[in-house]
């Protein structure tokens, strides 16, 4: 412990070394990071604190000490648990001491859960892998069979478990065939073990329905059954699993796989043999009910019979009825046929009747003086409206020639054109000594214009020449 740091201070001459309070600290501090180095140290967590930076601080105690922790916050991420007051942790890391308050402090660089908590957070986090992964949906788990041809169970040869199981079989149905297949419930490698049995049973398929279990203890004891190995062959089973681990206060993941969970081993052995008690009682009750429908059948069937064995009529009394009836149809038949030949008769004549009405001459017959009648109604139609156009035509001619051009000129009118042909209706359209030809009733003339006199607005009186 001969290590100096920082400047001495003498005080009075005396070579006295004088430590200020910071140098005493840094110095405590240097010797403790360097002495020590990094160390584990397991205790119970209690005054835990978050504040806001992401820091994480909390002290470590036993029964009879504690020391203050600091969990700085790049650590801290990398913690795959919550830590919390009362949880029993291993930290690892550096002694330290907070100069400012001269506190000896642990600064923590890993930090995991310890005993049964850390139990507890692997069963956390294997149970939320598993049901996000399926393995607990309760549409995969199937039922157990009703009547198996055996049971087979996966427990220790030599534990209570076994024992209880086998107990409750004999007692519930003797005859059900029990197949054990041994394997270590507790310590290492007491899951693969268990894991192997489950798939040899698959594998020999010797039984309808397996239990998988052990009985009573810690979780520690219980651990092989929360294993993923043991979950997993659970999972794979083509034979349906019942899981019958510890009390009923205990849960496994095991429980959560299976396709049932019982209480006990004794419950898992209750769930899955039948009672063979129950099944007598209920073959009796079954029997008794047989007997009974049977009595009261073969009362009516013989009632019936009874009945049918009045109404039978001997086969010689049948014969003899059928042969008179034979001879009173023989006897009908001569009358039945004539009269039958007169009704066809009849029948044909109404027919023929029907087919001379319908002949295709007296229709064609009927439909000539039907047409010659016709032929004569249009002729004479014709006419009539020929003598109609005709009479019709002649006044029109008739007007035609009171209004025609030839009527105008037998009244002393004339019509005048000039050289080109153009009729002419006013005197302004005519030069003086222009050649104009003039028609009449009988005849046309031509002249010479010598003389023009224009006819005033509004008067309609010919011009004079």
């Not at 069979?145 to 004999?170: F, Q």
């Not at 429980?255 to 969970?261: H, N, Y």
Request: glycine residues 8%; charged residues 25%; hydrophobic residues 40%.
């Amino acid at each position: 412990m001969g290590t100096r740091l920082g400047t001495a201070r003498d005080v009075g001459g005396d070579g006295r070394d004088v430590f200020s309070v910071s140098r005493l600290n840094e110095t405590a501090r240097a010797l403790l990071e360097t002495g020590l180095g990094n160390v584990w140290v397991e205790g119970e967590v209690s005054n835990l604190a978050r504040p806001a930076s992401g820091h994480v601080y909390f002290s470590l105690k036993d029964a009879s000490a504690q020391v203050r922790c600091a969990m700085f916050r790049t650590r801290n991420r990398a913690v795959g648990f919550e830590a919390r007051d009362g949880m029993k942790v291993v930290a690892y890391g550096r002694v330290s001491l907070y100069t400012p308050r001269g506190d000896y402090q642990l600064i923590v660089e890993a930090l995991e859960a310890a005993g049964e908590g850390l139990l507890r957070m692997r069963f956390e986090q294997l149970k939320r892998k598993l049901f996000e992964e399926g393995l607990f949906d309760a549409e995969r788990k199937r039922p157990l069979p009703r009547w198996p041809r055996a049971v087979g169970v996966v427990t220790s040869a030599s534990g209570a478990a076994v024992r209880d199981i086998i107990t409750v079989l004999k007692r519930r149905c003797p005859a059900l065939p029990v197949i054990i297949y041994p394997t270590s419930v507790q310590g290492e490698g007491a899951a693969a073990e268990i894991a192997a049995a489950i798939a040899t049973a698959n594998r020999r398929a010797e039984c309808d329905v397996l239990l998988v279990g052990r009985g009573g203890g810690s979780l520690e004891d219980l651990w092989s059954f929360n294993e993923e190995i043991v979950a997993r062959a659970i999972h794979a089973s083509a034979i349906p699993v019942v899981s019958a681990v510890g009390h009923e206060v205990d849960f496994t993941i095991a429980d959560l796989v299976a396709d049932l969970r019982a209480a006990t081993p004794s419950a898992a052995a209750e769930l899955v043999s039948p009672d063979m008690l129950e099944i007598e009682a209920q073959v009796e009750r079954a029997r008794q009910r047989l007997v009974k429908t049977v009595s009261q059948n073969l009362k009516q069937h013989t009632r019936e019979l009874e009945q049918l064995r009045r109404r039978l009529i001997s086969p010689q009394r049948r014969l003899e009825l059928h042969f008179q009836r034979l001879d009173e149809l023989l006897a009908r038949l001569p009358t039945a046929l004539t009269t039958q030949l007169s009704l066809k008769r009849s029948q044909l004549r109404a027919l023929e009747a029907r087919v001379a009405s319908q002949s295709p001459r007296a229709r064609i017959a009927a439909h000539q003086g039907t047409l010659e009648h016709a032929r004569h109604r249009l002729t004479a139609a014709m006419r009539r409206l020929l003598e109609q156009r005709q009479a019709r035509l002649a006044r029109c001619e008739q007007v035609l020639r009171a209004l025609g051009p030839g009527a105008t000129l037998e009244r002393g009118y004339a019509i005048v054109t000039d050289a080109s042909g153009r009729l002419l209706r006013d005197a302004r359209d005519v030069e003086l000594g222009a050649t104009l030809t003039t028609r009449l009733a009988r005849g046309r003339l031509e002249a010479e214009v010598t003389h023009r006199e224009l006819a005033s607005e509004g008067d309609d009186s010919p011009p004079q020449s």
